[in-house]
């Protein structure tokens, strides 16, 4: 589906003017110290080795460790992120995510950098290798909504050349069945870009994914957790079936 080019300029005035609400909801947010929010201050690390590095639909990679570390006080977290590629050629990963969650309410700002472009202290507008990204969703507890729009970086393109905005949204819900956790999903990408599905043409399916996980208990401090994920891209016609363990 292509969007007519007085309704993607119509779209792009809607998100400049997205951005600017949220980051004076997330600016505003991160100011307020939430009623139920945790008191003292929760770190956590561990690492994932992945079959398959599948993200949104997209195959960035095949086996690969991916290492994490998170701080957190009263609802606001960091996050660091990282994925690197057993295969020499696989791209290395490092990101970034500030978020502040407040019941049920989520939003945070991630900086994406990849190896396959610019040193990592280039921030120049056509000098740069990291994308930046804003989210604000919402968990009902049997379903999540996201949407994440790129607002700066190294982001695609329109068919015109111009900066897309490129944006992704996703719906989880979660279950039980069989004494595993599940977990079904499904992503779209809502407009033109060349971010997503070598390039998307309007509204494209990126991904449609069901889940299955489960923990071991191995000592009474050490637990294994092994995970797979069926993934699907219809815009691709891709299929992928990743293997992966948290440690």
């Known amino acids: 589906m292509i969007i007519p080019y007085q309704n993607v300029q119509t779209m792009e005035r ?13 600016t505003s947010l991160f100011t307020i110290c939430g009623a139920n929010a945790q008191d003292k201050v ?8 992945v079959s398959g590095y599948i993200w949104r639909g997209q195959d960035l990679g095949n086996v690969s460790i991916q290492p994490s570390v998170s701080i957190g006080y009263k609802g606001l977290s960091l ?5 690197v590629g057993f295969d020499r050629d696989d791209t290395k990963e490092f990101d970034l995510t500030l978020g502040y969650s407040f019941n049920r309410f989520i939003v945070s700002i991630t900086d994406y950098w990849f190896n396959n472009g610019a040193g990592y202290f280039h921030y120049g507008a056509r000098n740069t290798a990291h994308v930046f990204e804003a989210q604000i969703g919402y968990d009902f507890g049997f379903l999540a909504a996201n949407w994440y729009t790129n607002f700066a970086g190294n982001d695609g393109r329109r068919n015109n050349g111009k900066r897309a905005y490129s944006s992704y949204i996703n719906l989880s819900a979660p279950f039980q ?3 595993l956790d599940w977990t079904a999903g499904i992503g779209a990408t809502p407009w033109e870009t060349s971010f997503y599905n070598g390039y998307a043409n309007g509204f494209e399916v990126t991904d449609i994914m069901i889940g299955a996980s489960k ?9 294994l957790s092994l ?3 069926l993934i699907w891209n219809p815009a691709t016609e891709g299929a992928y079936f990743v293997l992966g363990t948290s440690f």
């Open 14 to 26: 809607l998100i400049k003017k997205m951005q600017a609400i949220a980051l004076i909801t997330v």
């Open 42 to 49: 929760t770190a956590s690390l561990g690492a994932d080795i």
């Open 79 to 83: 996050t660091g992120w990282g994925s």
């Open 177 to 179: 069945l069989g004494g």
């Open 215 to 223: 923990t071991f208990d191995i000592t009474s401090r050490y637990s």
């Open 227 to 229: 995970f797979t994920n």
